[in-house]
Nanobody, 119 residues
Framework: QVKLVESGGGLVQAGGSLKLSCAAS????????MGWYRQTPGKQRELVAD???????NYADSVKGRFTISRGDTKTTVSLQMNSLQPEDTAVYYC?????????????WGQGTQVTVSS
């Protein structure tokens, strides 16, 4: 099992910045992707950004150029630097980890942290 604990959410004005952090613990040696998803009421959870153990990154089009994902040296932490925040970025942000399992994979989720951007 993998446990993910997020921190860093909060309230910020439009144009401001926030940094989210996530610490992973437990059986993490096979985790090969970590990242962030977000969700607003009535909508599906959507990918914001993720990063592989090799360091390859992937971003949603809506956050490219504004958000930066990074991993700690021990590869047990992942951070999301969010700049130029807009009201449409308001959501609950979830840390995510994934490991292969046969022909599919197993996902793990954090408890979520609220990000609110005021206009």
């Amino acid at each position: 099992q993998v446990k993910l604990v997020e921190s860093g959410g909060g309230l910020v004005q439009a144009g401001g910045s926030l940094k989210l952090s996530c610490a992973a613990s437990g059986n993490i040696f096979r985790v090969n992707v970590m990242g962030w998803y977000r969700q607003t009421p009535g909508k599906q959870r959507e990918l914001v950004a993720d990063i592989t153990t090799a360091g390859s990154t992937n971003y949603a089009d809506s956050v490219k150029g504004r958000f930066t994902i990074s991993r700690g040296d021990t590869k047990t932490t992942v951070s999301l630097q969010m700049n130029s925040l807009q009201p449409e970025d308001t959501a609950v942000y979830y840390c995510h980890a994934r490991r292969p399992s046969g022909t599919t994979y197993v996902r793990y989720w954090g408890q979520g942290t609220q990000v609110t951007v005021s206009s």
